[in-house]
């Protein structure tokens, strides 16, 4: 997620305390019969309240703890509900940011807060009391009731005619109306906030030293933030990034060195424009500023995060890690379950890159049910889209096909035409804020206005051509996904259908090799049927993993060829001599070659041409290679084609059935070349004596390698 979202929540939590202090310090609580009494009790609360509020801002919480309950009990002595509402305020800080956070205690003094603000009669006290619930709401990422407490609270602050509270609450209603995925109605919110503060803008003129200036300069740089939000979120990083950089320069340098919200924003920006370093270099000062002051630490969970997953996709793997998870925990004890979700998402990719997909998906189960729980629709979407690539990458389509039908319709629900529309107009609504208010600072001088007035058709005219030229560029994107999309799913049906061929090989091959066994037991060749299981069982294992792939290396087809003929040769008592030859020169560990190709015709050549010949049987398998094609040649001299299919003729009839080995091993080449793996060849002829007799068969297999194909054992590329 965008470092701005801590922006969004937490700077509106430090608002609330300013906003709230401003409030509390302007009422005054009610005057008494006993004048002098409640006079000195009041001096006596007033100076435990700000001795608590100095050590509470300070980070020293157990200090800070004990004159805010000394404050509370001479506060309900007097049934002073104006200072009740203070202090409950200091108790509900320190239950909200020690270590660790009391989630109960922070929920039960805000419903007190609450009470003694309803109590109290002022509506300002009230509107206070109403901007810490909604603080608190927000940090549990519970949008509705934000939104219905900062309408309570909007009423109030219209109905005092507090416009400074009013733009404030305005932006706390857009900020969680996004957060719930309705862009509309928050773009609604900002629309509003903008209006009103160009009114105010307007209004305090160049007034910059009163309390109420200062606080418009700091909701107008969360508007900016809110700018720069929406622009990340239409991925152009560019302009994002210029909202950012006009924020800090409306910092001053002190304030500027205290804004890690700021700097994580600037490197998510420079993370998507593709410059991991300046990146890592914004997340670093993020972090370091995080560690100065205990009201930041809410930004070491996000700035942790993101500057983990960068080391992570860098190789610095372990350093990563450690970051990561020092980020979840710290996001756990916060409480605040969006941090949470983004952690364990965080996390997962990281596992994701190091092939342990089971820890990978169950850390992204956890963090979808916790999304479903806070109704995060961009949470969710990011999960999906995690589970989509780890199950793709796993091979596991059906899953993957799932999970990307899940995030396409969040995502789809989140961005829409009519948001991006909306967005363009606030943007033009703002680069005319901006226009006006450099015409009234140059109003005097005739000449710089007919300038601003042509750069502003110039800017117009390069804002119509970068959009054209934007929609010529995304309508080229979408058409090359388009296709890619397709290629993909074409080559997910070869290599079903391949899968579906090998599956009919298989028990084919298994089924022969059974009646072997079963004939040396029967025969009570023991010794022979023993050799024979231990070299079976070894087969087996080989074809069993060989099954599962398209390719696998030479080595491994040239063993299970091996294999097979030992068994045949061992069944028949070694009734026909065999050879296979490999080069040297042939690196048959780097050469991923289809996978079980050769048994059908080996065992075509031993049943069909050697054992229905008399006298000397000979099989000989050859290997060879010249430049990416290599050739496999099995030779025998057997009886030949044509006896051969003679007697197989005069058996029709009996149990037997025509082979399907060489028919579907042909229909497998095929598939393969249709999708790019590879192009194979079969050629399958007679060999002669010098009579010009038939001398037996030569089947020569050849497989031409394609350049770009990617085998699923990457390993055994060449």
Not at 180 to 186: E, F, L, Q, R, S
Not at 545 to 574: C, D, Q, V
Request: hydrophobic share 35%.
């Amino acid at each position: 997620m965008k470092g701005s979202f801590c922006t969004g929540a937490w700077v509106k939590t430090v608002a609330c305390l300013t906003t709230g202090l401003w409030l509390l310090y302007a009422c005054k609580p009610k005057p008494s019969p006993d004048a002098n009494t409640e006079t000195a009790a009041a001096q006596q609360m007033d100076s435990l309240y700000k001795l608590s509020n100095s050590n509470m801002v300070a980070g020293r919480f157990e200090t800070g703890i004990v004159p805010c309950r000394q404050g509370i009990a001479l506060a309900e002595a007097h049934h002073n509900d104006t200072m009740l509402v203070k202090l409950y305020s200091n108790l509900e800080l320190y239950y909200h940011y020690r270590k660790p956070p009391d989630r109960d205690s922070v929920a039960y003094y805000l419903q007190l807060l609450l009470k003694h603000a309803y109590r109290s009669g002022d509506k300002r006290i009230l509107m206070f009391a109403l901007g810490k619930k909604s603080g608190w709401f927000t940090t549990q990422s519970r949008y509705d009731s934000v939104i219905a407490t900062s309408r309570q609270r909007l009423l109030l602050a219209k109905e005092l005619g507090d416009e400074v509270i009013t733009l404030e609450t305005q932006m706390e209603i857009g900020y969680a109306y996004e957060q719930k995925g309705d862009d509309d109605t928050a773009l609604q919110c900002y629309n509003s906030a903008l209006d009103i503060y160009t009114s105010l803008k307007e209004q305090y003129g160049r007034d910059t030293v009163s309390k109420a200036v200062k606080k418009l300069s700091f909701l107008y740089a969360q508007l900016l933030d809110n700018f720069s939000d929406y622009f990340f979120r239409q991925k152009d990083y560019v302009k994002s990034l210029d909202y950012l950089k006009e924020r800090e320069a409306s910092l001053s340098p002190q304030r500027r060195a205290h804004n890690p919200g700021l700097f994580i924003s600037m490197g998510d920006c420079f993370e998507m424009l593709g410059q991991p370093d300046s990146a890592m270099k914004y997340y670093r000062t993020a972090l370091q500023h995080v560690e100065e002051s205990w009201y930041f630490r809410r930004f070491y969970v996000i700035a942790g995060r993101k500057y983990g997953a960068l080391l992570v996709k860098r190789g610095r793997v372990k350093e990563g890690e450690s970051y990561l998870a020092q980020s979840l925990r710290s996001a756990r004890e916060s409480n605040e379950p969006q941090l949470v979700v983004d952690g364990r998402v965080a996390l997962a990719e990281s596992f994701a890159r190091q092939r342990q997909w089971r820890i990978a998906q169950d850390t992204l189960f956890a963090a979808a049910e916790l999304a479903k729980k806070i109704n995060s629709k961009a949470a969710l979407a990011s999960v999906y889209r995690s589970l989509y690539e780890i199950y793709t990458q796993e091979k596991d389509y059906e899953r993957a096909l799932q999970y990307s039908n899940l995030f396409h319709a969040y995502a789809d629900s989140i961005t829409s035409a009519q948001q991006r529309q909306t967005v363009a107009e606030m943007d033009a609504k703002y680069q005319a804020f901006k226009k006006s208010q450099q015409i009234a600072l140059l109003q005097k001088d005739n000449r710089i206005q007919q300038l601003q007035l042509t750069a502003a058709r110039r800017l117009k005219l390069f804002y119509i051509s970068g959009g054209i030229v934007s929609l010529v560029l995304l309508g080229a994107f979408y058409y090359y996904r388009q296709q890619q999309q397709r290629r993909r799913l074409q080559r997910m049906k070869a290599e079903l259908e391949t899968k579906a061929l090998r599956a009919q090989m298989n028990p084919h091959f298994i089924f022969n090799s059974l009646n072997a066994i079963q004939e040396l037991v029967m025969t009570e060749n023991y010794t022979a049927s023993c050799e024979y299981l231990s070299r079976f069982s070894k087969l087996m294992r080989m074809v069993l993993e060989a099954s599962e792939k398209n390719f696998h290396p030479l080595r491994a087809e040239i063993e299970i060829t091996r294999l097979y003929i030992e068994l045949e040769s061992l069944r028949f008592r070694h009734l026909f001599r065999y050879s296979i030859r490999l080069p040297e020169a042939i690196d048959a560990d780097s050469i991923s070659f289809p996978s079980l190709l050769l048994q059908p015709f080996v065992e075509n050549a031993i049943w069909h041409g050697l054992l229905q010949k008399e006298g000397v049987k000979e099989l000989e398998v050859t290997f060879s290679e010249k430049e990416n094609r290599l050739t496999c040649a099995i030779s025998d001299n057997g009886i030949g084609r044509e006896k051969a299919q003679l007697i197989k003729m005069r058996k029709l009839g009996a149990h037997q059935s025509g082979s399907k080995g060489i028919p579907a091993t042909r229909e497998r080449l095929e598939i393969l070349k249709a999708a790019g793996e590879c192009s194979g060849d079969i050629s399958i002829s007679d060999r002669l004596d010098d009579d010009g007799h038939v001398a037996g068969t030569l089947v020569e297999i050849t497989i031409v390698f394609n350049e770009n194909s990617n085998h699923d054992q990457d390993t055994y590329h060449r």
